[in-house]
């Protein structure tokens, strides 16, 4: 962490360090429970839906506790410039992942719920889109987390350049499910909650490019 070294006070670099390292983990953590949430939907898996709920509580402590060394930080030290950039950053990366948690946390309760009123479990097509637009995303989420723990500006900017993608495949994903309904209207019931669900990956894709531009904030750009 080459940008997070070097200060004048010795004792603030390791306070910044030690927020970038816990923001890292916290990414890891999101990471699993996005890939976890989407094998849990696409394939229907409430072992895995009940673990992405038990595991929440895990993201919302990261959470609060980054949160609380974030203000410990600015209140013990009296940082410059560059090392506030940072810190709101790091602050701003945290939220970025709790929201993706909470996406993921939506794909895991409609798993869990009464198919009467949710739940509906997606067909062959739908669990295949599921799956596509989630290994998009993933692939996002892990590469965000990527520049975001090596700091990489080259890296950054690529996840921001293949957020395009995700959009295309959202939009594409969309018009395919929509199809299905006015094919079959016993489908819509279904297909509506696919919707949402469908939205609830772009979204996760959209905190992932929310992460990486909060790297090339560090970085000065």
């Given at each position: 962490?080459?940008?997070?070294?070097?200060?004048?006070?010795?004792?603030?670099?390791?306070?910044?360090?030690?927020?970038?390292?816990?923001?890292?983990?916290?990414?890891?953590?999101?990471?699993?429970?996005?890939?976890?949430?989407?094998?849990?939907?696409?394939?229907?898996?409430?072992?895995?839906a009940?673990?992405?709920?038990?595991?929440?509580?895990q993201?919302?402590?990261?959470?609060?506790?980054?949160?609380?060394?974030?203000?410990?930080?600015?209140?013990?030290?009296?940082?410059?410039?560059?090392?506030?950039?940072?810190?709101?950053?790091?602050d701003?990366?945290?939220?970025?992942?709790?929201?993706?948690?909470?996406?993921?946390?939506?794909?895991?309760?409609?798993?869990?719920?009464?198919?009467?009123?949710?739940?509906?479990?997606?067909?062959?097509?739908?669990?295949?889109?599921?799956?596509?637009?989630?290994?998009?995303?993933?692939?996002?989420?892990?590469?965000?987390?990527?520049?975001?723990?090596?700091l990489?500006?080259?890296?950054?900017?690529?996840?921001?350049?293949?957020?395009?993608?995700?959009?295309?495949?959202?939009?594409?994903?969309?018009?395919?499910?929509?199809t299905?309904?006015?094919?079959?209207?016993?489908?819509?019931?279904?297909?509506?909650?696919?919707?949402?669900?469908?939205?609830s990956?772009?979204?996760?894709?959209?905190?992932?490019?929310?992460?990486?531009?909060?790297?090339?904030?560090?970085?000065?750009?």
């Open positions: 962490m080459p940008l997070l070294e070097g200060h004048t006070a010795r004792a603030f670099d390791g306070d910044l360090s030690a927020l970038h390292v816990h923001a890292v983990e916290m990414g890891g953590l999101v990471l699993d429970q996005v890939q976890l949430a989407i094998s849990a939907y696409a394939d229907w898996l409430r072992p895995q009940h673990q992405v709920l038990e595991r929440e509580r993201v919302n402590a990261y959470d609060q506790t980054i949160e609380a060394e974030s203000l410990q930080v600015i209140a013990r030290r009296q940082p410059m410039a560059s090392d506030l950039r940072a810190v709101f950053a790091i701003k990366v945290v939220t970025q992942l709790e929201r993706a948690g909470d996406e993921a946390k939506k794909l895991a309760v409609t798993v869990l719920a009464d198919s009467e009123t949710r739940g509906f479990r997606p067909g062959h097509a739908m669990a295949r889109d599921a799956r596509q637009l989630g290994r998009l995303v993933t692939q996002s989420m892990r590469a965000s987390l990527d520049a975001f723990d090596r990489d500006e080259a890296a950054a900017a690529q996840v921001l350049r293949q957020d395009h993608e995700i959009d295309q495949e959202y939009a594409a994903t969309l018009r395919r499910i929509m299905r309904a006015l094919e079959d209207p016993r489908l819509m019931h279904g297909v509506i909650e696919a919707a949402f669900m469908m939205r990956l772009e979204r996760i894709g959209d905190h992932a490019r929310n992460v990486a531009r909060q790297v090339l904030f560090i970085l000065g750009h």
